[in-house]
């Protein structure tokens, strides 16, 4: 593969949009998880719920800021032509992406909405804090549609990397997979951290998203290996700077210094070690999605 | 739909002039680089480095001299290629690229919304952002003056005919004849650079001497479709499925309970942490 000669542009705005909609759809998934074992109304599903939509809003502002005719977002779903006609390209992962991150925000507003009836902060007629939809009858029902649109947001900005023509990015099928790993760990992450300051959890939900945070973390490490084995000579486009060397080390190195932390059982000094576990897979994850996506693009400039 | 319409840009005969970036610049009223000022990029006499959103004709230069006995000096006017399938026409999320009734690929700048999709999808590196309006801009082989019966800016400057327009057909015949004239004259590495075997076949095509990849040419381009059809959807689903699996096994032990059960217990988990903190 030629090197490109005209640099592709996609810079931190990008790598932290693809941060900030991971970590919304891991933690969204997990609290759709919850719904479905029937704990919609648990401590940390609500942070979950509470803290979704932020993160989309922010990674859709992003992504319009980073537009440069920004005015024009609009056009990525709206025939601009013919309005108000929509324009689907299932085939283009920015065409269906753009599509997959709205329906997605449409979910995470539902959800964010319900977070605040249940707190008993609004009441919407029948939608009130004695008639919630998540850990009432129809969550389930919400939850399986839910889980499908956080796993695509997840997991489509890899696609999206490997479907061009850039050196490095072209050579691997695996970045979506990864970045699946990289959004769940990073979601379990933020739902840690939080509790680890709030500590509202009881502690049989704790074990669980600790225990879910661990595999996630691992799954993510498993994944990543596949990716460079995958990779081949070509993994070269990837380690092109000393940034991008750095940001590779670094994340490799606090994703297994999280694993103790987060793997041993629980005991009296656990909000602390599990808030240092967290933080250090956090901060591993946007060191994955920085290196991944800056990598190739250090390699042009 | 009108008779598809091309280029047939011949390497042989190119003298690098460099008429055809300044009849494309004029007709098409793009900006000079850098302001005017003449950067020197030190790659022989090009001065003007790559195709981007402000040049959309570009002639490289090829100092094939590693063997100084056989040294040859290549002018190469590069241009985009209007695939037949064409990657940016593909990704495109606002149907901004579009194709022509004369089978050509134009990007409308009141339409395009810069997400730079089209910019990493093209194979061949040519499509950037133009400054000025901050759309995505390329060749759109003077698709104006098409529409008025007269031939792009290009290829009318060429003094050689160096750049052919015409047919795409009728193109296609006359380079492989210029092909075959040049083989019998002993220049064996001569070769067509874009027939229907590439992309569906460049609308924008060469007749190349040496490999490819002097001129910045990828040898086999591909689509974006082509890759993420072949796995990279399918494996991203695997990894998530396998993700919720690992959250159905982590949360198993956890039972469903009543709203009632809930509010008190977490109720209870609040009071308590707040009697834990009152004692510290």
């Known amino acids: 593969m030629l090197l490109r000669e005209v640099p592709i542009g996609w810079n931190w705005e990008v790598y932290v949009e693809m941060f900030a909609a991971g970590v919304a759809a891991g933690a969204f998934l997990i609290a759709m998880i919850l719904e479905l074992y029937g704990r919609g109304r648990s401590p940390i599903a609500r942070v979950a719920h509470l803290i979704t939509l932020p993160l989309v809003l922010v990674a859709t502002a992003l992504l319009v800021y980073k537009l440069e005719r920004s005015e024009r977002f609009w056009h990525m779903v709206i025939q601009s032509e013919n309005i108000p006609l929509p324009i689907l390209k299932w085939w283009s992962p920015i065409s269906i992406g753009s599509w997959g991150l709205m329906i997605f925000s449409a979910f995470a507003t539902i959800s964010f909405v319900d977070a605040l009836v249940s707190r008993g902060y609004l009441s919407l007629g029948p939608w009130n804090q004695n008639s919630t939809l998540h850990g009432g009858r129809y969550g389930i029902f919400f939850a399986i549609p839910s889980i499908i649109a956080a796993l695509f947001v997840a997991g489509y900005s890899g696609a999206l990397l490997s479907v061009t023509a850039v050196a490095g990015w072209e050579d691997t099928v695996f970045i979506a997979p990864f970045f699946v790993g990289v959004s769940v760990a990073t979601g379990a992450a933020a739902l840690l951290l939080i509790d680890s300051i709030r500590k509202l959890t009881p502690p049989d939900e704790v074990e669980g998203l600790t225990r879910f945070s661990t595999l996630s973390v691992i799954w993510q490490l498993l994944l990543f290996i596949v990716l460079a084995i995958s990779l081949g000579g070509a993994i070269s486009h990837f380690v092109t700077s000393a940034r991008t060397i750095l940001a590779f080390t670094l994340a490799i190195i606090m994703a297994l210094a999280a694993l103790p932390l987060l793997y041993f059982k629980l005991s009296t000094s656990d909000q602390v070690r599990l808030g240092t576990g967290a933080t250090l897979v956090l901060i591993s994850g946007f060191l994955f999605r920085y290196a991944v996506v800056m990598g190739p693009q250090h390699e042009i400039e | ?280």
Not at chain 2, 187 to 201: Q, T
Not at chain 2, 264 to 273: F, G, I, P, V
């Open chain 2, 1 to 280: 739909m009108a008779e598809p319409m091309g280029f047939f840009t011949d390497v042989s005969v190119c003298i690098g002039c460099k008429a055809c970036e300044v009849a494309c610049k004029q007709w098409n009223q793009l900006p000079a680089n850098n302001g005017g000022v003449v950067e020197l990029t030190g790659n022989s006499y090009d001065n003007t480095g790559t195709l981007d959103g402000t040049t959309w004709r570009h002639v490289r230069f090829v100092e094939d001299f590693d063997d100084r006995s056989q040294g040859r000096w290549l002018m190469f006017s590069d241009v985009c290629k209007h695939c037949v399938h064409a990657g940016c026409l593909e990704v495109c999320p606002t149907g901004a690229i579009f194709r022509t009734e004369f089978d050509t690929v134009v990007i409308q700048a009141d339409i395009c919304n810069g997400c730079r999709a089209c910019i990493p999808a093209c194979p061949f590196d040519v499509i950037d952002i133009n400054p000025v309006n901050n759309t995505a801009m390329k060749c759109t082989l003077c698709y104006d003056r098409m529409q008025a019966g007269m031939i792009p800016a290009c290829a009318q400057a060429c003094p050689t005919e160096s750049i052919k327009f015409g047919p795409v057909a009728e193109l296609r015949e006359e380079s492989e004849v210029r092909l075959a004239e040049l083989q019998r004259q002993g220049v064996s590495d001569a070769s067509i650079y874009g027939r229907e075997d590439m992309l569906g076949g460049l609308n924008a095509f060469f007749l190349i001497i040496g490999p490819p990849e002097w001129y910045g040419l990828p040898k086999e381009p591909q689509l974006p479709s082509s890759r993420s059809l072949n796995g990279e959807g399918i494996l991203g689903a695997i990894s998530a499925v396998v993700a919720v699996v690992l959250g159905a096994i982590s949360f198993r032990n956890l039972g469903p309970l009543r709203r009632k059960e809930a509010a008190e217990r977490n109720q209870a988990h609040e009071e308590n942490q707040s009697q834990v903190e009152g004692s510290v």
